[in-house]
């Protein structure tokens, strides 16, 4: 399904009156005028209305990556190549993966994904109606800032949504402001639900009051500081005392909006402390980490390592020729994600995408030489020097491609987690279907296979003996020399 027919689906969406005169015709024409006429129309029925600044700033986001990617012949990119753009975008900016945007592919030359993960969410007809407003012609600058801005909208109004049923559960007025005690508690409620992962249990007051229970000190210190910098910004705290406690509705929504878009990056310390956990168990090879001490960790450690080998092939993150997983692979997989929305999940950052935005700011190319990528990663490395072995190997990638070398290619991307083995995933295997799934998903999927996707608790105490042993006659052969 090309991107131009699911465009139109996501900005269309957003469009929440049934007004003739604000819903968008299946039957417009290809032209540029009327391209320009929609997406304006679009951006004016975003629940705050068009916000030019905002759209600028979502352009100058996406330009170093868009400048770098290979255009049709109308100077435009094709669904690929935008899936990646968007993808990359939200989760470095919101730590967001997007259901439709999920990385089954590797690179923005390998993103080919089934249209079924977007129409779960998307109505049929909108999505339909694409091709007669696009056509075939690709996406510009300008129309995936307006897909971005979309994105966003829709996400937004399901928070909205969400607050408004809270709201509702808790019997509290939406006109006026609410004291500073109940204010406190919708946002306190409100997070225990997001962060509650789609947990059918989280339905009543008491389910939620539970949850909430369960936030932790650092958790509760950062939601007061988010509605104190929201109540500060939208100049609601009162002039005299100072006092920023006492929410409106539309103050709330502010809230409930940033939670969304600030908890990816509050979220990183827990992605840091799993990788560094994995880091640790290391064993001869930077970024694998041994089955057997995967294994055992997830019985003494805070982590809860207990995938099968199967499922953590499917995911992408075994490398069979060792019998590890691999570090990079792993912590942004999907079992290590948040379903806080029937929209996207908050996984944890792809590390290596930083670098390579960084290549892309530098080089505003989509391809490059050999020695100039070197003189790049070298200047990030600095001041270590990459292997003659890795220079060889960028040179023989280069050799394939008329002496240059792609920077959204599978080749470069295995080149990447080869200088940066903890840091950048590894490219699955040519072909497969591998992507993010959850356990449940795989087993509804390969219901056949006999195996679970998490190994027992036996199997993983065995693990944790068999590790023992190993350390005990590591230390013992190391006491002997």
Same mark, same amino acid.
């Given at each position: ?63 170093? /990556? =868009?400048? $770098? ?5 109308? %100077? ?10 968007? #993808? *990359? ?98 946002? /306190? =409620?409100? $997070? ?5 992962? %789609? ?10 009051? #539970? *949850? ?121 997989? *999907? ?147």
């Amino acid at each position: 399904m090309p991107l131009n027919r699911f465009i139109l689906g996501l900005v269309a969406a957003s469009v929440v009156t049934t007004d003739a005169r604000n819903t968008i015709s299946p039957h417009t024409t290809n032209t540029r005028g009327a391209r320009k006429s929609i997406l304006s129309e679009l951006t004016t029925n975003f629940r705050r209305g068009h916000e030019e600044e905002h759209l600028r700033e979502l352009e100058a986001e996406l330009r170093p /990556m =868009y400048v $770098t990617m290979r255009k049709n012949e109308h %100077g435009s990119v094709g669904f690929a190549q935008a899936r990646y753009a968007m #993808h *990359r975008l939200f989760v470095e900016q919101h730590g967001w993966t997007i259901a439709g945007l999920e990385p089954w592919g590797d690179s923005a030359e390998d993103s080919s994904t089934p249209s079924d993960a977007l129409m779960k969410w998307m109505p049929r007809y909108l999505v339909n109606a694409v091709e007669q407003l696009l056509g075939t012609h690709g996406v510009s600058l300008r129309e995936l800032a307006v897909l971005a801005a979309t994105f966003e909208d829709l996400i937004h109004k399901e928070a909205a949504g969400r607050l408004e049923e809270l709201y509702d559960l808790l019997n509290l007025p939406t006109s006026g402001r609410i004291g500073a005690a109940d204010s406190q508690k919708v946002i /306190m =409620y409100y $997070t225990a639900m997001y962060t509650s992962g %789609g947990n059918t249990t989280v339905r009543t007051v008491e389910d939620i009051a #539970h *949850r909430k229970a369960g936030l932790d000190t650092r958790t509760v210190r950062w939601l007061t500081d988010v509605r104190h910098q929201i109540m500060e910004r939208e100049s609601q705290c009162d002039a005299a005392s100072g006092e920023c406690d006492k929410l409106d509705f539309p103050s709330a929504t502010r809230v409930v909006e940033e939670i969304g878009e600030k908890y990816g990056p509050f979220n990183d310390g827990l992605c840091q402390d799993l990788k560094s956990t994995l880091m640790r168990s290391e064993a001869n090879q930077a970024g694998m980490v041994p089955l057997s001490h995967f294994y055992a960790e997830g019985v003494k450690g805070s982590w809860n390592f207990s995938e099968t080998t199967d499922y953590l092939r499917e995911l992408g993150a075994m490398d069979e020729e060792s019998s590890s997983v691999i570090i990079p692979n792993y912590v942004s997989s *999907r079992p290590n994600c948040l379903s806080a929305s029937t929209i996207y999940m908050v996984c944890c950052r792809n590390e290596c995408e930083g670098k390579l935005a960084h290549l892309e700011k530098k080089l505003a190319t989509s391809s490059a030489v050999p020695a100039r990528i070197i003189e790049l990663i070298e200047a990030l490395l600095a001041p270590q020097k990459l292997s003659q072995a890795l220079i060889e190997g960028l040179t023989a990638l280069a050799l394939q491609d008329d002496g240059w070398v792609s920077l959204h290619s599978r080749g470069f991307a295995n080149w990447m987690h080869q200088v940066y083995p903890r840091d950048c995933p590894r490219p699955h295997t040519p072909g497969s279907t591998m992507g993010p799934q959850t356990p449940d998903e795989w087993l509804k999927e390969d219901a056949a296979k006999p195996e679970a996707s998490l190994v027992s608790k036996e199997e993983l105490d065995e693990a944790h003996k068999v590790n023992k042993i190993v350390d005990a006659e590591v230390d013992h052969d190391s006491l002997m020399v």
